[in-house]
């Protein structure tokens, strides 16, 4: 046995006798396969303890809440939507009064891994979100289309956000039921989505099974798929526990991507010329439910994803065979789907900012 | 004991000992509360045996699904939103391209029992509307933005609609694991979806409890707006198991409604030129959740609401304390909400024609 998959087991086995939330006590249940787990480049997702239950109910809640956007009619879970591996599964989003989405929308599933967030990584992890709101819009027009901006292209206010959720009473219960403070602000807002996000986890793939020990979890032909996926250079980037998420890398190495997008990855966030082209490599985790593929969302199908990275990160033209392969290999790191009631959502009052669904 | 309520508490014995689907079996526990029912215009929320659990799931997540409309962004729950009272609390609806839809969203939640569906009652029951969205788009732009119509104003088709689902190999499979027909067509689709939607009762509010004798399940404030509501005259529309949902009336009686909204009701059916803003009665079920309020969506708050149709329809004119009182039993309505865990939708195939977000 590896040292790394000994490391495994004790920490499920630990959030088994921790975990305090419902959600993880169904999941854990299966999560933890056998101690025979595989030294490989890919590694299995681990589910994190829920420190705070009340707070993920609330954070919850404020995913699926269209009142956070300016429009009344665009939650986190538009774009975000768990019902389809937490993507829109468009090109790029659809923002408020139309706008048009810069970038395809990342899923918001395993998020809490990657070592950045947005295809830019202009920010650290979701909390940062709460300062990037107020003045950037280029790339992450999707998520600030109204929602916690001050832009100036989207004037819906951090002020008039928390404006709308005081002025929910039941929000205002929950809110200091959780947080203790006697009032809402922003950072308790993030905090609270940030807590929701973190449980966005999907164990279970079968080829985390495959990986903990289980021979029979994936087929003959999936197998071939993480073989050629592997020995090709796939997991030169593709590594980790999430395939992806943990380093920047340039869309086009051996041929240049061509694409009608005008985003500039990194370089937009260090102006330094050799950052240009380079996005976080995104995470290969459910890429099954996540189409279309891409930083613009122009390959719509999982085999023409895999026929362009090879060609132009690899400078490989797969057979057919090969890539149907591979394709197979990459539908068994779907996992198993956040797992809750649809949550309900407390009325607003007389007094609750009325949403602004037309006009700009 | 009234022969009703003796009525009423064998229906919910019988749904107890028949229904077969999770969300039944944990509602029944409380719906029951004894068979001291009171003889009132207002009638308790039976809730109806699930014939069909597989066709529930099945339509559930057709609901949820936002590939059946043409945008793949907008979906049955985007404007009939079941985390909000089964409405979109906006005064009129965003639909495909960002269309403002004519009219107010209905709340879907209580809908199977109302004597017809929309506004003007164009059609009986949901399972019409598979015939409506071929030529209809007046005024139920709200429903048929991109979804099931072939209209001239959006042309997605019902073709596109078979086509998309026919792609869907989980959906290939569970369309036939419910119908056995080896094909999915539109009258499944529809089919699916009432059956979902007759799930979307939601018993025991407090009224209910106090209909079925519970004599503490309102305040004496909500009893005092009850009986205002009934002595003034409300509930000669307003009455039923739904308040509402079981004629058309004239918006305006004793003074005209101003409205900027051009819908003309039922006229617009019949052509009758008595039918001129006459529209169906909504139904009052959790209206504390439904607002804004009228075709036109024009009141933003129950107690506007209630102050326009003292005036408009009654000629009375409410003290405020005599509002307030109405209000607060308008909000003992409220009952249990939909509870089920947010779907997970099937992936779409490498076939299945993409979604069109922008653009007509």
């Not at 056998?34 to 890919?42: L, T």
């Not at 068994?332 to 607003?348: H, N, R, V």
């Amino acid at each position: 046995m590896k040292m790394y998959s000994f490391v495994a087991g004790i920490l499920l086995v630990g959030v088994v006798t921790f975990s305090n939330g419902n959600l993880l006590a169904e999941k854990e249940s299966s999560v933890f396969v056998s101690g025979q787990g595989r030294d490989e480049p890919v590694k299995p997702l681990a589910v994190p303890k829920v420190a705070d239950q009340a707070m993920v109910e609330l954070g919850k809640k404020l995913f699926f809440d269209p009142r956070l956007s300016k429009s009344g009619f665009i939650s986190c879970n538009s774009c975000h939507n768990l019902s389809m591996g937490g993507s829109d599964n468009l090109k790029t989003s659809v923002g408020h009064n139309l706008r048009k989405g810069a970038i395809n929308a990342p899923t918001v599933l395993n998020s809490n891994i990657n070592f950045a967030q947005f295809w830019d990584g202009r920010v650290k992890n979701f909390k940062e979100l709460l300062s990037v709101g107020d003045y950037a819009y280029g790339g992450m027009v999707a998520f600030i289309e109204g929602k916690v901006s001050n832009s100036r292209r989207v004037p819906f206010t951090h002020a008039l956000t928390v404006a709308i959720l005081r002025s929910i009473p039941l929000y205002v219960e929950e809110f200091n039921q959780v947080f203790h403070s006697g009032r809402i602000d922003m950072e308790q807002m993030i905090t609270a989505l940030t807590a929701f996000e973190e449980t966005l986890v999907t164990p279970n793939a079968r080829f985390d099974k495959w990986l903990n020990g289980d021979d029979a979890a994936i087929t003959k032909q999936e197998l071939a798929g993480y073989k050629l996926f592997k020995s090709s250079g796939c997991t030169a980037c593709h590594n980790g526990p999430s395939l992806g998420g943990n380093s920047f890398q340039k869309t086009g190495v051996v041929e240049p991507y061509k694409s009608t997008n005008s985003a500039t990855g990194r370089f937009a966030v260090t102006k330094k010329e050799a950052d240009r082209f380079k996005f976080k490599v995104p995470t290969l985790r459910n890429v099954e439910l996540t189409y279309p593929y891409f930083h613009d969302g122009g390959a719509a199908t999982l085999s023409k994803a895999v026929e362009v990275m090879g060609r132009i990160q690899l400078g490989k033209k797969f057979t057919e065979k090969e890539n149907s392969n591979i394709v197979a290999f990459l539908k068994s790191l779907t996992g198993d789907q956040p797992k809750f009631e649809l949550p309900y959502l407390p009325p607003s009052s007389d007094t609750t900012p009325p949403p602004q669904p037309f006009g700009k």
